[in-house]
């Protein structure tokens, strides 16, 4: 393993922590009594408290220091006096543990009492402290200078998403997102429950992969040697659920879909999929927009919410536009009774790409995706959708050649689709067939396979049903004004990462480092030039190959040319 010049000096740190007989990761509990958060809260001057957090910044002048700690509500201001925490005549704990061998990012325990600075700010006076955990590894310290410009920001997306840790850590606010979303899976929960529903779990490994048109991802069984397939939706085992009785079931879902990548899809996301028994699609519009009303004001306090330019209003009703009618609208064009072949030519000489393996219900969903889908900023419930496209839907009761399906669009995304579900198990045994064969002629996302024991459960009897699936990760993204996918999952899929270039430093190297970790602020570049002693050409060569392989920085204000740590 290759370490940076910052990381062998807090090895050595730890080391000489170890020398003095501290533990540098103690396994004792360390109770707490507070937190920022209620110390603010609750401030009393002299009040006692015992808090704990990460060291973010300090500012050591002598035998004092201010300080601020981090914990997971917010931040504090903290006084290290050495008199204070070092009431006799020994003075290790302060002018070497707290000075020398303690780093920004190590995590400490704190007693102490609170008071006001002389400007205001509430602040613990540290009795006493304990080192909780050791960083080996330095944050990233974004700094403003005195006209507000921030440096060094940890804002790159990709090293965001891979290093959550340090997102979370540095980016205290990226928090209020995920927040958000546990709010929203909340508060989804309570409505059911007071509706009366029940929450069930369903299996992630299946031998056949059902309810959506999708390509799955495929592992192997050993013991049973056969192959197993990760969910691509739940669909089909939560109907089983209503045959066998339940009159309302619900889950929350890990689904994958072994498909493309982009900043609203993820090969693994959640979704959330709810089947009524003696419902249909019509009673499911009217729960749906309900539902994301309540929702929506339990996340952001308003059924309001902005995403980019627009603001979208959650609150009930919806208009309800047919597809036909849309694709009617922004096409010109009227499916109604098309054939496959005048759908492929229309979609051709309207600049959309086509070929052989698309069937009916692609071709309209592709014309649709196309001409009339971000049209829907505000949201629409779609409806009664062609039957090519929907093969575990219900035949609509009066249109011919429709279903009983709708989707809802916001800003030109589908964030949720319900149907009167499918119960006529010889009907649903053709639409499978029908998508066997469209599998066959080379559509790799149509149904590959006729699931015998669902159309076995549906042969029991499956009373009238409606089902709807919404799409959370989609849902959060929209209530929290994020366009990228990646922004409200922990841990998003990352292509793997790039191998670290091992880095040789020479002696010239590891004397400008030295000089730059002798204080947390940044050098002026002519200061470090003239105390590292070196030649023009040394000093150039050195410093070329320190800012080439991102260990250093060098950035230009109105005043100075400054180097500093990255």
């Not at 360390?30 to 809260?41: F, G, L, M, N, Q």
């Not at 006692?48 to 035998?63: C, E, F, H, P, T």
Request: proline content about 4%; some cysteine; hydrophobic content about 35%.
């Amino acid at each position: 393993m290759q370490l940076s010049e910052q990381e062998i000096i807090r090895r050595e740190k730890l080391n000489k922590l170890v020398e003095m007989g501290i533990n540098a990761f103690p396994a004792d509990e360390y109770v707490i009594t507070d937190t920022t958060e209620s110390i603010k809260r609750d401030f009393a001057e002299s009040k006692q408290v015992k808090i704990a957090g990460r060291l973010m910044s300090r500012r050591i002048q002598g035998k004092a220091s201010f300080a601020e700690l981090q914990d997971s509500t917010g931040r504090i201001q903290v006084y290290f006096n050495r008199d204070e925490i070092c009431t006799g005549e020994d003075k290790t704990l302060y002018n070497e543990v707290y000075k020398h061998l303690l780093d920004i990012g190590d995590i400490i325990g704190v007693e102490g009492e609170l008071f006001t600075t002389q400007v205001g700010e509430k602040t613990v006076l540290v009795k006493n402290f304990t080192l909780l955990t050791k960083s080996l590894r330095p944050l990233p310290q974004p700094r403003t200078d005195e006209n507000g410009v921030i440096y060094d920001a940890f804002n790159d997306p990709e090293m965001r998403y891979r290093q959550r840790y340090v997102d979370l850590t540095v980016n205290p606010q990226v928090k209020e997102v995920f927040v958000k979303r546990t709010k929203l899976f909340n508060a989804m929960r309570t409505f059911f429950n007071d509706a009366g529903y029940f929450e069930v779990e369903t299996p992630i490994l299946q031998s056949i992969p059902g309810g959506a048109a999708a390509r799955p991802f495929i592992t192997h069984h050993n013991a049973l040697d056969i192959p197993l397939y990760l969910r691509i939706a739940n669909e089909l085992y939560l109907k089983r659920l209503i045959v066998g009785g339940f009159d309302g079931v619900y889950e929350f879902s890990k689904n994958f879909r072994n498909e493309g990548m982009d900043r609203t899809h993820n090969p693994e996301f959640t979704a959330m999929e709810i089947y009524v028994a003696y419902k249909d699609y019509n009673w499911m519009m009217d729960f749906t927009e309900k539902l994301l009303e309540f929702c929506a004001v339990q996340v952001n306090g308003t059924t309001k919410a902005t995403f980019g330019e627009y603001e979208v209003d959650f609150k009930a009703p919806y208009e309800r536009v047919s597809m036909t009618d849309a694709i009617l609208k922004f096409t010109g064009f009227d499916i109604t009774g098309k054939t496959e072949q005048e759908l492929f030519d229309f979609a051709k000489s309207i600049g959309i790409e086509v070929n052989e393996t698309m069937g009916k219900g692609k071709l309209i969903d592709e014309i649709f995706g196309e001409k009339c889908e971000g049209n829907f900023i505000q949201p629409t419930f779609i409806t009664d959708y062609p039957i090519e496209m929907s093969p575990l839907t219900k035949k609509h009761r009066s249109k011919e050649g429709l279903t009983e399906r709708f989707e809802l669009m916001v800003c030109g995304k589908e964030i949720a689709n319900a149907y009167s579900e499918l119960n006529d198990p010889i009907d649903q045994r053709e639409r499978f067939e029908d998508q066997l064969k469209l599998a066959e002629k080379g559509d790799d996302e149509a149904g590959q396979f006729i699931d015998e024991d669902f159309l076995r459960a549906l042969e029991y009897g499956m009373p009238p049903t409606s089902g709807l699936g919404i799409g959370m990760d989609r849902l959060i993204m929209f209530l929290t004004n994020n366009a990228s996918i990646q922004e409200v999952l922990f841990f998003p899929q990352m292509r793997p990462e790039k191998a670290v270039p091992q880095i040789e430093l020479g002696e010239d190297e590891k004397v400008i480092l030295e000089i730059l970790n002798s204080r947390e602020e940044a050098f002026s570049l002519a200061e470090v030039k003239e105390r590292s002693q070196l030649s023009g050409k040394k000093w150039d060569k050195a410093s070329k190959t320190l800012t080439k392989n991102n260990l250093v920085k060098v950035e230009k204000t109105d005043e100075y040319v400054l180097m500093r740590l990255v």
